[in-house]
């Protein structure tokens, strides 16, 4: 499977961005959005996962102003991003696998990354 993300750009805070991960293909379990700030860890944003219902998991600093969303017929991910504050600037990266259910936010959940896409928000 590859991961490509796009859409990512300089905005000023409060504006808005929407970002999008084209898939090869669906194999997996869970597709998500994890964020890299300059000099820090990289971070969960959000996911949805598919076991035996389909749920929707967002971290606590995007609550209220992301939405994720995914088109199945084009294997594509998405992150509405609205609000947007200074400290959201990042590298985003969508993520794909299997993550048991209580790992769902873990960067060692996700076997299939792309390459990243660098969202700068000024203030």
């Known amino acids: 499977v590859q991961l490509v993300e796009s859409g990512g750009g300089l905005v000023q805070a409060g504006g808005s961005l929407r970002l999008t991960c084209a898939a090869s293909?669906?194999?997996?379990?869970?597709y998500g959005w994890f964020r890299q700030p300059p000099g820090k860890e990289r971070e969960f944003v959000a996911a949805?996962?598919?076991?035996?219902?389909?749920?929707?998991y967002y971290g606590d600093s995007v609550k209220g102003r992301f939405t994720i969303s995914r088109d199945n017929a084009k294997n594509t991910l998405y992150l509405e991003m609205t609000s947007l504050k200074p400290e959201d600037t990042a590298v985003y990266f969508c993520a794909a696998g299997n993550p048991i259910i209580t790992h769902v936010s873990a960067t060692e959940g996700y076997s299939t990354w792309g390459q990243g896409t660098l969202v700068t928000v000024s203030s």
């Open positions: 949805i996962v598919s076991y035996s219902s389909r749920k929707i």
């Open positions: 293909e669906r194999t997996f379990r869970s």
